[in-house]
């Protein structure tokens, strides 16, 4: 658990923050909307439940399945309407076909998570900390990573993250990155035929930072160095998407 003093100064960052970000960012809005609209037919915004901070289990508690806090993350919306209606729950994936053009660009650009400040603001989230899961996709994942819901324990879900300055969109690892000389020992690392290729190599590269991140929150001076670090990087690598 983290310590109290850096409880309180996350907290007081992440209102700080999300209200300085909101009142930057909503002159936005209308005009991200407009696109949206022109773009496809449906909603604005995007509603759907994600997992939050991990439970701890009771000591009788025979069930071995994750469970977390859930709250309702907002987005701007990305795909077409009822993108899922024949597939179910399913992980986004590079170049998705759901995703409409506009969605794309917001996507590419990570404009389509502004709306997530009202988490932020509302304590769902924290702005540093790991990208929340779909509660039914996390019981997959956490099945087939060992220790994947750890990620989430004693920290709340983040806009951004170590991870996501880091990381590819879906937590592929770059060419340039400290994790790329050991991309063979994370990618299939069972050398299942079947397996290559599959998401989670990309998440298990994700769970490093995330819990390289957790870690860093038992002491206030390595908590308050990591999250200026990635809060520095974040508007660095939006920037850096939105030219290629």
């Known amino acids: 658990?983290?310590?109290?003093?850096?409880?309180?100064?996350?907290?007081i960052i992440d209102v700080v923050a999300a209200t300085i970000g909101l009142s930057m960012t909503l002159p936005l809005y209308p005009v991200v909307a407009l696109a949206i609209k022109i773009d496809s037919s449906g909603p604005i915004f995007f509603r759907q439940t994600r997992?939050?901070?991990?439970?701890?289990?009771?000591?009788?508690?025979?069930?071995?399945?994750?469970?977390?806090?859930?709250?309702?993350?907002i987005k701007f919306r990305t795909m077409g309407v009822?993108?899922?209606k024949?597939?179910?729950?399913?992980?986004?994936k590079k170049n998705d076909p759901r995703v409409t053009r506009v969605g794309?660009?917001?996507?590419?650009?990570?404009?389509?998570?502004?709306?997530?400040?009202?988490?932020?603001?509302?304590?769902?989230?924290?702005?540093v900390g790991p990208r929340p899961e779909r509660p039914e996709l996390l019981v997959d994942f956490a099945l087939a990573i060992p220790f994947f819901e750890?990620?989430?324990?004693?920290?709340?879900?983040?806009?951004?993250?170590?991870?996501?300055?880091?990381?590819g969109y879906s937590g592929a690892i770059p060419d340039?990155?400290?994790?790329?000389?050991?991309?063979?020992?994370?990618?299939?690392?069972?050398?299942?035929?079947?397996a290559e290729g599959a998401l989670a190599d990309d998440l298990r590269a994700k769970l490093l930072y995330d819990v390289a991140y957790t870690a860093s929150l038992e002491d206030f001076r390595s908590f308050l160095e990591t999250e200026l670090?990635?809060?520095?990087?974040?508007?660095?690598?939006?920037?850096?998407?939105?030219?290629h």
């Open 1 to 11: 658990m983290p310590p109290r003093s850096v409880l309180v100064t996350k907290r």
């Open 51 to 73: 997992a939050g901070r991990l439970i701890p289990r009771r000591a009788n508690d025979q069930d071995p399945t994750p469970r977390c806090e859930t709250f309702t993350l």
């Open 82 to 84: 009822d993108a899922e």
């Open 86 to 92: 024949k597939t179910g729950a399913v992980f986004a």
């Open 104 to 127: 794309r660009f917001l996507r590419k650009t990570r404009l389509d998570e502004l709306p997530q400040l009202w988490n932020v603001l509302r304590g769902d989230m924290s702005l």
């Open 150 to 167: 750890e990620r989430m324990r004693d920290v709340k879900p983040g806009l951004t993250g170590m991870a996501q300055v880091s990381l």
């Open 176 to 194: 340039d990155s400290v994790l790329a000389a050991f991309r063979e020992t994370l990618s299939n690392p069972f050398g299942l035929e079947e």
């Open 229 to 243: 670090s990635v809060i520095l990087k974040t508007p660095i690598i939006m920037l850096r998407s939105a030219g």
